[in-house]
């Protein structure tokens, strides 16, 4: 197999290169299944090789947010392992034995790896630990409660062995306890300390991590789409003629999905597709500008929409005499991961193998089992590392792999195909966070209380007409549409919220903290006019409202002590807060802006504050907290996707511009202590980190942005 070598799989090959192994995994009945010849087994989530290696067997992916650290610091810790001993292996394609129980299939997302799978990998680890003790136990006729476990190495006095060495004294009819004892958190060696090395890094830092677009077997035809321009239209029909004469341009065929060049090598591909001639058919494409849908979007609010909540009193609280309103702009956003959407897929012997940074394996087996006939039951998948993806690859229609099976099936040969999609093809055809306009009016009582909220949101809706419609969309709402709004932790009296559903071919996605995203910036900055109706203090302004959510109060106040709210700052500075709880997270952050002789902003510092329950790796929850308020300014500060006609107008980063180094301000990241279940990190460093910095530049300006990207309301960066 080219460039996919055992020295470069070796992060997939676990132990095996080490010999046989002992498998530990729960069975439907909770027993756990031992035995010398390795292999899969119920659930399977650890391996100890005779050399003493122990494998964590991840059934989340990775993509940057460090599962691959965070699953195996679980099963190392129950089990007293050498970290430098433990190695990581993707699991397989099988719901029946690696779902996510979050979403009662297989998969990667909402920020829920650790949520799902703390106390599964712990009792996991916990279990191996127990038959290795066992087997110690009855080897040296001493009582299993006198042995003690250090680093991998099994002791009791004089006499010790090595995981390894007991591998072979584990009888093959052995059973561990189906409750596992666990640790208490007193006793935690690696759970929530610092620094502990990442697993991924080696491989990621040398070049021998295998990334979807690293897959190669032998013989591999690459594959690339032409794609209808704008969304909705499709081929009437095509001339091939010039694409054929295109050196190492081997076939081209018309799928579903449009038109697939195939060629010896990627460039090829690209080349022959340039060359094509092709006529579409628009008849049911989008064929409006960004202007256009804008308009209909502001006409939609004026009319009724499904109610998502509607207390008593709010009318009446706002037809008082001190209210505020705003109306918020958000725009389509592309995920643009740094790895664009690619995967590898070989039909043969009526079974379909894919190797791709699989997101939803699930749904992914599903579907090309559809559009390949082999069905799910023949469709496997081999998982490698993605190069990012924020909710890309995580789609209810498999899209690119689809895409992949349907060339593979008209190219009609058994050879592995390669599909690729460039930087272009993903920006200008992939799927967008929704575009949004959100209206808020908000009434301050007499008393400098808050009286009463309304947000009307118009969106489309992510999941009217996917299989997760049923669990997501009643009456007429979307949830995520408006959450972050109706789920508010403030203790608002009177609150009404409700949407309009706009449709367009377009399509929309979850993007990184879904409706949160937009959600947190109108809450947020709406909070902070409120405070400033009500001529109260900001920070003190929000805690008055959360007497009901001590956790969110409790982030909210330490950002503020570390950023030192209420301490002077430079001329021409600016301070604001945001502090928003999502995925079961609560986040707050400060952020402090400055302003130059031309009024250019240029964004300083954030000091945030998480609470996310126990914090397992506390060095990987700091990368994810700001990497998530990275993304999040990014969006805030430049990036938009707009139509011209129907096509996307922006294409690759020039266009669709990313934050810069040099835009990133200083980020301070704390911390707080909890013995709460783990819960979401990945997405909700991002809410906040918008509205704090709006609410930071209206304090050094006086300027509100209510539109973003912030570019567009006349905010110039440094």
Known sequence: MKDFTPSRRSFLAGSAAAGAALVIGFNAKGALAAGNEGGLMPNPFVKIAPDGTVTVILKHFEMGQGTTTGLATLVAEEMDADWDAVQIEFAPADASKYANTLFGMQGTGGSTAMANSYMQYRQAGAAARAMLMEAASLEWAVRASEITIDKGVVSHGDVSATFGELVAKVKDTAEPPTEPILKEAKDFKLIGKDL???????????????????????????????????????????????????????????????????????????????????????????????????????????????VARNDAGVEEALAGDNTVEAEFDFPFLAHAPMEPMTCTIQIKDGKAHIWDGSQFPTVTQMAVGAVTGVGQENTTIETVYAGGSFGRRANMDSDYHVEAAMAAVALGTDQPVKLVWTREDDVTGGYYRPMVKHRVKVAVGADGALAAWRSDVASKS????????????????????????????YAIPAMQVSVRNMETPVPVLWWRAVGNSHTAYAMEVGMDMAAEAAGADPVAFREGLLGGSPRLLGVLKLAAEKAGWGNDLPEGWGRGVAAHFSFNSYVAQVAEVSTDADGRVKLERIVAAVDCGVAVNPDVIRAQIEGGIGFGLGHAMRQKITFDGGEVVQSNFPDYEPLRITDMPEIEVHIVPSAEAPTGVGEPGLPPAAPAVANAIYNATGTRVLRLPMVDAGIEFA
Not at 205 to 216: P, R, S
Not at 241 to 268: C, H, M, N, R, Y
Not at 464 to 489: F, I, K, L, W
Request: aromatic share 8%; glycine share 10%.
């Open 196 to 306: 502990l090395p990442r697993k991924d890094t080696p491989s990621k830092t040398d070049g021998t991590a295998i990334f979807a677009m690293d897959v190669a077997p032998e013989g591999t035809i690459y594959a690339v789409m032409a794609r209808a321009p704008r969304f909705g239209g499709t081929v009437a029909s095509f001339d091939d003629s010039a694409a054929l004469e295109v050196p190492g341009v081997t076939a081209v065929k018309q799928t579903p999905k449009g038109i697939a060049v195939f060629a010896e090598d990627t460039w090829s591909a690209i080349q022959g597709r340039d060359a094509l001639s092709v006529e579409w058919d628009f008849s049911n494409a989008e064929g409006r500008s960004t202007e256009e849908m804008e308009a209909e979007y502001a006409a939609a609010l004026d009319g009724d929409g499904p």
């Open 462 to 489: 992510i999941f009217t007409g996917t299989p997760m419609e049923q669990m997501m969309v009643h009456e007429g709402v979307d949830h995520a549409s408006v959450e972050g709004v109706t789920d508010t932790q």
